[in-house]
């Protein structure tokens, strides 16, 4: 039976379709998040003045038509309204009046953006509708609008990463935003003097209603009596900040009003992006590991004669291993001297160091024919001294050959380029580490990299292990798995050999992903279909890479001993999205199967080697990382059984005599110290929603200007959420 709160806020009556609009603002921010150019300083100050001295002035003149403008517009005039008493202020200063806007489907949006576009060329003839990238340092200071439009975008551009999974466009779970929505604007009614704050998914319907301003004001003067701002000002989230305070007291008038919890499935904080942030992995630091190969294309020849009479005959370039078949070789009649579209030729680092540079020397002074004169030719030192980009440009490299008698006779000037050229395989060798408990108490940001600064608390119980992957016994990465259960987390770290973070994978629970049941799975499998069920987020330089889930599913039989090591009969199903490609992907792994296979990636357990193929250098440390992810995984699902030598004593023979390295390697036969699901079953820990499991209790709600912790998030504020 809903309490009367409940009912009265269900009653509210709104002028949009906020789950349309919802839906139609998800698509916009996509397209504004790909949009990278106008994260530039430059880029955002055009944009701004594109709205303010032509858009606003167009949409004065044209109120009712439906147009749309060009998307770096569009994405000021979307942050401006989302400042709703300051838009209302400052159309009222310019216009006198209320300037309208909508959030339109893509085939209307469309429409209105050529609509615009007619009208725009009418009126603007000497200014290009499209954006056009401006020059490096110009800037713009706004003439009549008063609100800070550069500093409020810088902020909201973090905001679609918090609402970017797939379950925010399900209708079944924005019809119950919808509903939380309206309890957020009857808990705003009830208590006009308190700060309240949203979660995401509260906040993005919010946002949906303050992109049709008209109606947001006239909607708010029919609740409030005055317009509801938003505040997104705010950005302190540590313990005693207004956020972090004003959370607390939110999720208390919240419970007290509504008989509900406030926090629910898949609306709190994801913490920051991390595209960009990490080191990327390049072609060369790929052949570091592997062995180098590159194709060389030499693009001329010039032959410089030394002023000696005769002429050159021929030329030839061979590897100093194989004399007998030239990469390269020229006849020459006559005095051409000049050769183009010479043949490429692929050769590893150690083959470029001795290359062999031959001429045949027809010396009409001495009428010596075909005398050979030969040098070496370096061309690994391009290597280790140019650039990945200046490699791939043609560069001078000229060689001196010398007669018997040490003098030069011809000079050979080439116009090379060498091209890295991938590996189509590559074999990582797991030399494990024992784990160790983590000392001097770190920060969990120091796990958690994304988490940033919000989050200084020490982590109070844990255990780590440095592992190396090596190719043909050198290492070539470090992989360090962490796990804490005070607070709960687990990460992947996989750094380079200058210990600079590639890639990394967390934890992540029903803080940030729905359960099935408050979803119609219209948007895919990234989500937790049971309380079992566990997942993790796989982050690179290009932001999130995976997204992996797991599960054991138990059969019938008898359990599996390796070495030391129990494992119950059943199989872990996966499922595992490419965030990149949004590609996902099924794969089930037996409780007696020796390796695991996915998209190129093959983990041999029982060795711990991990071989890739066709190994793209852009995703191969998130590859590593996904690979140890599914480890973990596979050690927190799989059920607790006795220990291996209960078993033997009662008879279970063992399957070999060598524990899984791979497992082991992530703590498998240390699960007690893991917030596996036995650990955590242990300790009844719940999560954000009610009896969810939870895999870390850090993280909050949080929204509106790309963050928040423990909930605190954009706001309205008892003495500033008013505009006449």
């Known amino acids: 039976m809903p309490k009367p709160n409940v009912k009265m806020a269900a009653s509210i009556k709104l002028s949009v379709d906020l789950v349309d609009a919802a839906q139609f603002q998800l698509t916009f921010l996509q397209e504004i998040d790909a949009a990278r150019h106008l994260r530039q300083d430059c880029n955002l100050y055009l944009a701004i003045f594109r709205y303010e001295q032509l858009w606003l002035p167009l949409r004065r003149m044209f109120p009712k038509e439906e147009i749309e403008p060009p998307l770096d517009i569009a994405w000021i005039w979307h942050v401006h309204t989302l400042a709703p008493a300051a838009y209302l202020q400052d159309c009222k200063k310019i216009f006198g009046g209320l300037l309208s806007r909508s959030l339109f489907p893509p085939a209307k949006r469309q429409r209105a953006l050529v609509n615009a576009q007619q009208i725009w060329a009418q009126y603007y003839p000497t200014y290009p509708f499209e954006f056009r990238p401006a020059a490096a340092g110009w800037t713009y200071k706004c003439c009549d609008i008063t609100y800070d439009l550069f500093a409020a975008t810088k902020r ?55 992109a049709h301003p008209v109606e947001y004001v006239a909607d708010c003067q029919k609740i409030f009596g005055h ?13 005693g900040s207004k956020l ?13 009003t509504f008989g509900e919890k406030f926090a629910v499935d898949g609306v709190m904080w994801r913490g920051h992006s991390m595209r960009g942030q990490l080191a990327a992995m390049t072609l060369r630091q790929l052949h570091k590991v592997t062995e180098e190969r590159f194709r060389v294309e030499i693009n001329r020849v010039i032959i410089s004669w030394q002023g000696r009479s005769g002429h050159v ?13 030239p990469l390269m070789a020229k006849n020459i009649q006559g005095d051409f001297n000049t050769f183009y579209d010479t043949p490429s030729f692929e050769l590893s680092i150690d083959d470029l160091r001795n290359l062999i540079c031959s001429v045949h020397v027809d010396d009409g002074a001495t009428r010596k024919k075909g005398a050979r004169c030969e040098a070496t030719m370096d061309l690994a030192l391009l290597v280790s001294t140019l650039s990945e980009e200046e490699l791939l440009k043609h560069q001078e490299v000229v060689v001196q050959l010398k007669d018997d008698d040490g003098v030069s006779v011809v000079n050979l000037a080439f116009g090379v380029r060498m091209i890295p050229i991938a590996p189509s395989t590559i074999s990582f060798q797991l030399n494990s580490t024992p784990f160790n408990d983590l000392t001097d108490s770190p920060k969990i940001a120091s ?50 050999d200058q210990d600079k973070l590639l890639a990394y994978s967390h934890l992540i629970s029903t803080e940030q992903l729905p359960l099935e049941t408050t979803v119609l799975r219209e948007c895919g499998d990234q989500l937790l279909c049971s ?16 997204f992996i889930k797991g599960q054991w599913k138990k059969e019938k039989g008898s359990v599996s001993i390796y070495g030391s090591m129990a494992i119950p009969a059943g199989q872990m199903k996966y499922t595992i999205t490419d965030m990149i490609t949004a590609k996902t992907s099924v794969i089930k792994v037996a409780s007696r199967s020796s390796s695991f296979h996915y998209d190129g990636i093959t983990v041999d357990l029982l060795t711990g080697c991990i071989a890739l193929d066709r190994p793209d250098y852009h995703q191969l440390p998130a590859q590593i990382s996904l690979a140890f992810s599914l480890g973990i995984l596979w050690t927190f699902c799989a059920p607790a059984t006795k220990s291996a030598s209960e078993l033997t004593s009662l008879g279970v023979k063992s399957v070999g005599s060598n524990s899984l390295l791979f497992l082991s390697s992530v703590g498998f036969e240390i699960r007690e110290h893991t917030p596996s699901n036995d650990y955590l079953s242990t300790q009844k820990t ?24 423990g909930g605190a998030a954009c706001g309205v504020g008892g003495d500033g959420n008013s505009g006449t």
């Open 156 to 210: 909201q551009s973090a905001f679609f990463y918090q609402v970017s999974l797939p379950h925010y466009r399900d209708s079944k779970f924005l019809k119950r935003t919808l509903q939380r929505y309206k309890q957020f604007l009857h808990l705003n009614r009830m208590n006009p003097n308190t700060f309240v704050v949203p979660t995401f998914d509260i906040d993005l319907i919010w946002h949906a209603h303050q």
């Open 227 to 239: 317009v509801l701002d938003h505040d997104d000002t705010d950005t302190d989230r540590g313990e």
């Open 244 to 256: 972090k305070t004003s959370d607390t007291s939110t999720r208390e008038l919240w419970r007290q």
């Open 313 to 325: 005959a021929g030329f030839a370039i061979r590897n100093s291993v194989d004399l007998s078949h």
């Open 447 to 496: 796990l958690y990299p994304h988490l940033g600064d919000a989050f200084s608390d020490p982590i109070r119980a844990g255990i780590t292990a440095t592992h190396q992957l090596q190719v043909n016994l050198r290492e070539v990465f470090k992989v360090r798995i962490s796990h804490a259960t005070q607070p709960l987390l687990s990460a992947v770290h996989v750094v380079n």
């Open 531 to 546: 309380l079992d069920e566990r997942a993790m987020l796989v982050k690179d330089n290009r932001g999130d890479a995976y």
């Open 686 to 709: 719940l999560g954000a929603s009610d009896g969810a499991l939870c895999d870390t209790v850090i993280v909050g709600g949080g929204a509106c200007g790309g963050g928040g912790c």
